[in-house]
């Protein structure tokens, strides 16, 4: 009798692996349907599948980046979908009031980011700075900071403020990231002490004997203050080793020849 037992627990085992066997196997070649009904084959179904694949990711990062806009999937799929049959649930002025409102959210939201970051800034800067000046960095008037790297021949001779120069550099930020190098070139830089380039190095490389290397410590209002640029946040202290490498000396004119 156990044996029987046994044998029909064993049966209703196998049938039911069975069963889950047959069950996983449909819904994968259902999966398999699915997926070879929505294949994007044309060129027009992947344009629209990448632009509305976009659309979302622009939702998504906004969501993500400022908390104080969020939304509804389901709702903001609701409304994509039924503007595409023709069909809404809004009427257009109360449309566009809402796509206002989401717009002044988002600006605030941005506003509101850009001052938490440039607080943080400013209490990173603050923080740099006084290290370096218990590090021993000569501070100018400005508030230029700098240190001698290496040291020049003696005579040698220093920049006057109409000259220009020849020098070799890397920049970084704070967080020691490099944001340009003319040493990763291998191509030196050549500018004039008249203008042109941001006012901690007209200022620093005027300190500079030929041959010698120096470590410039830039507050941002000596480099490129609260807007920054593509490579370098607003509000940014910048730490260049600079090396002067020659005074350019202008070229003589080529006599022009008399008949």
């Avoid at 156990?2 to 996983?24: E, F, H, P, R, T």
């Avoid at 994007?40 to 992947?46: M, N, P, R, T, Y």
């Avoid at 969020?70 to 069909?87: H, I, P, V």
Wanted: aromatic share 6%; hydrophobic share 40%; with cysteine.
């Amino acid at each position: 009798m156990k044996y029987k037992i046994a044998a029909l627990a064993v049966g209703l085992l196998l049938a039911g692996c069975q069963q889950q066997d047959a069950a996983q196997t449909e819904k994968k070649a259902e999966a398999e349907q699915t997926q070879e009904k929505t294949a994007l084959v044309s060129d027009v179904d992947k344009m629209a599948y990448a632009l509305g694949a976009d659309m979302a990711n622009t939702v998504k990062r906004i969501s993500g980046e400022y908390k104080a806009v969020t939304m509804s999937d389901e709702a903001l799929l609701r409304g994509f979908s039924e503007a595409l049959k023709g069909q809404s649930a809004l009427q257009e002025e109360e449309i566009r009031q809402q796509v206002m409102i989401f717009q002044q959210k988002l600006q605030f939201a941005q506003q509101q980011k850009m001052q938490e970051e440039a607080a943080k800034r400013d209490e990173e800067n603050t923080a740099f700075m006084a290290k370096k000046d218990a590090e021993g960095y000569t501070k100018t008037e400005s508030g230029l900071r700098y240190k001698v790297l290496t040291e020049a021949a003696e005579g040698a001779a220093v920049p006057a403020a109409t000259d220009k120069v020849k020098v070799h550099y890397t920049g970084r930020l704070i967080d020691d990231s490099v944001f340009d190098s003319s040493v990763e070139r291998d191509q030196p830089f050549e500018f004039s002490l008249t203008g042109g380039v941001i006012q901690g190095w007209l200022e620093g490389v005027k300190l500079m004997p030929v041959g010698s290397k120096y470590q410039f410590v830039i507050p941002p209002e000596l480099g490129y203050g609260p807007r920054g640029n593509s490579r370098i946040p607003g509000n940014s202290i910048l730490v260049f080793d600079v090396e002067l490498l020659e005074i350019v000396q202008p070229k003589e004119a080529t006599p022009s020849a008399k008949e």
